[in-house]
């Protein structure tokens, strides 16, 4: 399968680079239909450090004033892709002072003569879509001062890589590289003049993509909140382009729309921020708020339920857990043994996460976030509930494998507020044993009651933690259940260490207590943060203990301290250090 795998990435590439240089053949557009309006969202800091020549992509940072991001010697592929995608380009745009633009015109200028033959890494559908709507959404932005050689140059490219793209579309993988290259076709041929005839059938094909792609929940295969919100920010741009054009959007692309919005609400925390799940980030500031508003669709999920995570919420704290089996065969190539993890925030603060995606900072962090120990669960002894098998020669990254295949849930009403109740087969195979956990968050949003149970309910999954104890001579099979603590957070072991204090920047107080049967201690952990040079240091709550019969139960709650405000005025902004 490899084999084939490998033969089927070898003969893309092929294609692509034949087709790039046949575009170059493309009669260049003359103009724009009308003057496009921007819609995305950059970073004011990011473009001032860019203008200032540090270059951070793909979790590597070089410094080098003055110098061109074309004449980078770039440190891996993925670097090169961030380059090429010019989503940079918004980034410089949400300065737009002169010094700015002119820098944006001379990068975007010399891509042209480097690699506008059909040259490069950047001609692939994906990316090139990407490109498309940096360019299109900045046309006004790059072309103010320049000359009619310039102008004409830059629409031959548009125009070059439309018709490749036109070509190649078909080509990119299913999920959001294919939805990036077809909205990206839509961008230009409804823009473009001369480009007209290649806008219809790329919107019939979005459609088939929504229909296919986008379950009934609003949810994509690969389970990730953050590729599901760029997913989201492109069919929005999409149907805005072609209600400007006095276009009708498809039924199948407004259809996804209105499914994705509602689990989108259910992802996202008390902060404005997505839950950090199967790869995914926070998201970029702005976006969320901007593609939800944007879309229009007021109503959010009746159950809490979404792309198999549980959301609970009450008062100023929201709780978001992965409540669903992993995602599966190529689908799961960046996703995490996470199974019944939380994350939970307070107001404006994150308090319980988990460590997050590691893929900026090499493969040895990447393998180590989609560990279970990275996640706010259960851990028995040592093993995740899901293993990476084996990468392929197509995508270097490795598939989930043994991961649970049954997951029941139910989220009720508890006497005093909200109750989710969940468990999972995960480490059945190996120790006979089934993770049970509960979490009850009070109607006042100022409490949290967790019960974690490691049980053997039949007769052959008891003969095998039998086996288990008899390997280990009945000491009993160990476990860790871990509450991964945002780096923000103060945390100190209180009461002669059967308790943990976490302060908060916004003046909260939390307390995790437990039952007092298990042991308690403050670790080190890493934050895995995108967009930063590397991980930051927080640290961990970890409860100990030893499962010796059939039936384990463990206690614990997380409450705000009595003398914690109900409202509490967060006023403080934490702008981002990129190099922290």
Known sequence: MSDQNGYVARKARLLNRIHARLATRARAATGFVSSPEPRTIGSFARGRQLVAGNYLFAGYLIEAPGTSIWALNAPDAAFECDLQGFAWLDDLASVGDISTRETAQAWLWEWIKRYGRGKGA????????????????HALFVLRGQDGDASEAFYRSLAQQTTFLSKRWHSASPGLPRFEALTGLIYAGLSLEGMEQLAQPAIKALARECKSQIDTEGGLPTRNPEELLHVFTLLTWAAAAMNEASLSTPP???????????????????????????????????????????????????????????????????????A????????????????????????????????????????EWRRAGRATPSHSTLVLDGYSSARLGDADRASTLETLIDAPNHVPIEVSHAPDGLRFQGGHNGF???????????????????????????????????????????????????FDIRFHLHPEVDATLDLGGAAVSMALKSGEIWVFRHDGQHKLSLEPSVYLEKGRLKPRATQQIVLSGRALEYATRIRWSLSKAQETAIGVRDLRRDDLDLFD
């Open 324 to 363: 669903n089996v992993p995602p599966s065969g190529a689908s799961s190539r960046s996703a995490h043994a996470s199974t019944l993890a939380f994350e939970l925030t307070s107001g404006r603060r994150p308090l319980i996460v988990n460590c997050g995606s590691g893929e900026t900072f090499g493969a």
């Open 252 to 322: 199948e692309h407004l259809a996804a729309i209105e499914r994705i919005a509602p689990t989108l609400r259910t992802l996202r925390h008390a902060d404005g921020s997505l839950a950090r799940f199967h790869g995914g980030g926070r998201g970029q500031e702005g976006w969320l708020d901007h593609a939800l508003a944007s879309a229009g669709v007021k109503h959010a999920q009746p159950d809490g339920l979404s792309m198999g995570f549980a959301r609970l919420s009450a008062g100023r704290t929201s709780v978001i857990i992965d």
């Open 428 to 478: 059945e195979k190996i120790h006979g044993l089934t993770h049970a956990r509960t979490l009850e968050l009070t109607f006042d949003g100022r409490g949290l009651a967790g019960e974690d149970m490691l049980l053997s309910l039949e007769d052959n999954p008891k003969r095998q933690f039998d086996r288990s104890m008899d390997a280990i001579k009945l000491a009993g099979v160990p």
């Open 122 to 137: 950047g001609w692939t559908p994906d990316l090139t879509g990407r490109r498309l709507i940096r360019w299109i959404n």
